[in-house]
Protein backbone atom coordinates (compact mmCIF):
# COMPACT_ATOMS: atom_id res chain seq x y z
CA UNK A 1 0.00 0.00 0.00
CA UNK A 2 0.74 3.55 -1.14
CA UNK A 3 -0.20 7.04 0.16
CA UNK A 4 0.58 10.10 -2.04
CA UNK A 5 0.24 13.27 -0.51
CA UNK A 6 -0.20 16.67 -2.73
CA UNK A 7 0.62 20.40 -1.71
CA UNK A 8 1.15 23.54 -3.72
CA UNK A 9 -2.02 24.30 -5.01
CA UNK A 10 -3.78 27.40 -5.13
CA UNK A 11 -4.72 30.77 -7.11
CA UNK A 12 -2.35 32.85 -9.67
CA UNK A 13 -2.62 35.41 -11.95
CA UNK A 14 -2.14 34.66 -16.09
CA UNK A 15 1.31 33.81 -16.22
CA UNK A 16 2.27 33.67 -12.17
CA UNK A 17 4.13 30.42 -11.10
CA UNK A 18 3.55 27.26 -8.97
CA UNK A 19 5.08 24.50 -7.84
CA UNK A 20 3.02 21.07 -6.60
CA UNK A 21 4.92 18.27 -4.38
CA UNK A 22 3.92 14.89 -3.81
CA UNK A 23 5.09 12.60 -1.32
CA UNK A 24 4.89 9.11 -1.00
CA UNK A 25 5.19 6.79 1.95
CA UNK A 26 4.32 3.33 2.51
CA UNK A 27 5.20 -0.07 0.63
CA UNK A 28 7.22 1.25 -1.94
CA UNK A 29 8.97 -0.69 -4.66
CA UNK A 30 12.90 -0.04 -5.90
CA UNK A 31 11.43 0.36 -9.66
CA UNK A 32 8.46 3.25 -9.97
CA UNK A 33 7.31 6.15 -12.03
CA UNK A 34 5.47 8.95 -10.40
CA UNK A 35 3.88 12.21 -12.56
CA UNK A 36 0.76 13.89 -12.56
CA UNK A 37 -2.41 13.97 -13.87
CA UNK A 38 -5.18 16.82 -14.14
CA UNK A 39 -8.82 17.51 -14.30
CA UNK A 40 -10.98 20.24 -15.14
CA UNK A 41 -15.21 20.20 -13.93
CA UNK A 42 -16.86 18.21 -16.73
CA UNK A 43 -13.70 16.81 -18.74
CA UNK A 44 -11.52 13.59 -18.43
CA UNK A 45 -8.22 13.35 -16.41
CA UNK A 46 -5.61 13.96 -18.62
CA UNK A 47 -1.73 13.19 -18.49
CA UNK A 48 0.47 16.63 -17.65
CA UNK A 49 3.74 15.09 -16.69
CA UNK A 50 5.79 11.49 -16.39
CA UNK A 51 9.18 11.06 -14.75
CA UNK A 52 10.07 7.04 -15.09
CA UNK A 53 12.52 5.50 -12.87
CA UNK A 54 15.53 5.87 -14.74
CA UNK A 55 14.49 9.51 -15.13
CA UNK A 56 12.99 10.10 -18.31
CA UNK A 57 10.81 12.85 -18.73
CA UNK A 58 7.05 13.26 -20.70
CA UNK A 59 5.04 16.03 -21.00
CA UNK A 60 1.77 16.73 -22.46
CA UNK A 61 1.89 19.08 -25.64
CA UNK A 62 0.15 21.41 -23.95
CA UNK A 63 2.30 21.96 -21.22
CA UNK A 64 5.79 21.60 -22.76
CA UNK A 65 8.30 24.43 -21.72
CA UNK A 66 5.91 25.65 -19.52
CA UNK A 67 5.83 23.01 -17.17
CA UNK A 68 9.17 20.30 -15.38
CA UNK A 69 8.32 17.61 -13.30
CA UNK A 70 11.46 16.31 -11.35
CA UNK A 71 12.01 14.13 -8.42
CA UNK A 72 13.86 13.18 -5.21
CA UNK A 73 13.67 9.70 -5.05
CA UNK A 74 15.66 9.14 -1.62
CA UNK A 75 12.66 11.72 -0.05
CA UNK A 76 10.06 9.66 -2.72
CA UNK A 77 9.09 13.38 -3.78
CA UNK A 78 8.07 14.33 -6.81
CA UNK A 79 7.49 18.03 -8.10
CA UNK A 80 6.02 19.75 -10.73
CA UNK A 81 6.96 23.12 -11.65
CA UNK A 82 4.43 25.32 -13.36
CA UNK A 83 5.24 28.36 -15.54
CA UNK A 84 3.30 31.07 -17.49
CA UNK A 85 -0.09 29.20 -15.76
CA UNK A 86 -2.91 30.15 -18.20
CA UNK A 87 -6.74 30.10 -17.30
CA UNK A 88 -6.35 26.57 -19.32
CA UNK A 89 -4.62 25.10 -16.84
CA UNK A 90 -7.12 25.07 -14.13
CA UNK A 91 -7.94 21.91 -12.96
CA UNK A 92 -6.98 19.73 -9.46
CA UNK A 93 -3.82 17.96 -10.00
CA UNK A 94 -3.33 14.37 -9.17
CA UNK A 95 -0.15 12.95 -8.04
CA UNK A 96 0.13 9.33 -9.39
CA UNK A 97 2.79 6.54 -8.84
CA UNK A 98 3.26 3.25 -10.65
CA UNK A 99 5.64 0.43 -9.63
CA UNK A 100 6.11 -3.03 -9.95
CA UNK A 101 4.91 -5.11 -7.13
CA UNK A 102 5.48 -9.06 -7.01
CA UNK A 103 5.25 -9.97 -10.68
CA UNK A 104 2.30 -6.84 -11.79
CA UNK A 105 2.39 -3.59 -12.08
CA UNK A 106 0.00 -0.98 -9.59
CA UNK A 107 -1.53 2.31 -9.48
CA UNK A 108 -1.88 5.01 -6.40
CA UNK A 109 -3.24 8.32 -6.66
CA UNK A 110 -3.24 11.55 -4.30
CA UNK A 111 -6.49 13.13 -3.24
CA UNK A 112 -5.50 16.08 -5.61
CA UNK A 113 -5.11 19.57 -4.93
CA UNK A 114 -6.60 22.59 -6.70
CA UNK A 115 -4.72 24.97 -9.25
CA UNK A 116 -6.79 27.98 -10.21
CA UNK A 117 -5.41 30.26 -12.61
CA UNK A 118 -7.55 33.92 -13.04
CA UNK A 119 -7.68 37.14 -13.27
Known amino acids: QVQLVESGGGLVQPGGSLRLSCVAS????????MGWFRQAPGKQRELVAVITNIGFRTYSPSVKGRFAISRDKAKSTVFLQMNSLQPEDTAAYYCNLNQQENNRRRDYWGQGTQVTVSS
Open 26 to 33: GNIFSIYD
